[in-house]
């Protein structure tokens, strides 16, 4: 089920998107029978329709009840506080679900002291509160000026991710509401954060496009610049004798320090008849598949290939990068046990083609020149921004975390 919930939620990650915006379409059906329409809401109005400013201290309960959009209040936050952006606005719900699992990482990291988890909570509500802001400050300019057949675009690419979502949840899309249930969401603000998400992705590649560019010489000079990147990486497969010492540990045997100390003399005496094996010319294999008690036993003691520090014992990998092919080391002593390595195969690594990797490093460029001047505009739209009620908000949200997370 956590696979389906990441696959349902794929396209809020291109902005992460897990938050409550305003401005949520209305009119795109679920394609299955079985489910009704989108609930339905006004489009946001003109781009300049001359509101009414709010409060600069607004009420909470009359703003719930007055906003162009739903706020989700869980009944855990005892405490109720908006940001104001503008004329949008932010909840606490808003700041504190996307980043919820970090929260309980803290909850268990902190050992549950408030002392510990208080100003680690509020870096990361500031964080996620700087991330919210931005994303109302894009959606806010997107919705003035996508055009009727971008927002159509937009309503396709929901549609087509819900129905993938819908499938991936076998194809019930009770199944589906069930999991964004568990996942604290619900069908509503999924749909409302996927088409805010796909908005932004929208406006920003259409504000950007024509002043991106990248020439042949750049993809070059990136292309050299970091060249250890566009690089094979070396690889071997080694065939592995292992003796564990726990695999010789006796249930009952004495335990603790005596117990160790007589696994290691077994693993030792067993070893030893294994080399003795080899030394007498038995083939490689056959000696592992007698007397290996590592994973690959059963498979004559052969390992897929791997990168360098893939293998556990990093001794034993080493061993076998270090010799030729076809050679077999001496005896490996590690704190886990005994090892004998042969190496198999070895696979150099080698320098990959400018051709190859043209079209990636285009991408990769493409992507830093967007990101640059997509970080240039926020800045712009912050400094035009009015925020209200920031201090209290913070102080709310903090709260509202160490209640949900630290008390009962």
Known sequence: MRKVAAIALAGLVLFGCDGLFRGRREGVIPPDQESSAWPRTERPGPANPSPQPPPASPDPARTAATAPYRIVSPPQVLEAAVLQVNHSFITVPQVLHPIRQRLQALTAASGGEEVRFRPAAQAMIAEETANQLERVLLLVE????LTEEQRKAIDEEVNKIYRKAVAQSGGIKTAFVALLRQEGTDLETWHRDLWSALAI???VQQ?????IH???GMMWKHYQANAERFRTEERVQMQIIA???ESFVAKDGPGGEQGRREAVTQAQEHMAEAWEALRRGTDFGEVAAKYSRGPMASANGVWPMMARNSFRAAAVEQAAFAQEVGQVSKLITTPEGLYIVKTLTRRRGQQVSFEKVQEQIEKELRLQQLDGLRREYLTELRSKATV????HFWQVAVNTAVRMYLQP
């Not at 209200?388 to 201090?391: C, T």
């Open 388 to 391: 209200v009620g920031a201090e």
């Open 214 to 216: 990248v020439t042949r």
């Open 142 to 145: 997107a919705e003035k000026r």
């Open 243 to 245: 003796a564990p010492f």
């Open 201 to 203: 992705q929208s406006y």
């Open 207 to 211: 504000q950007f496009a024509s002043r």
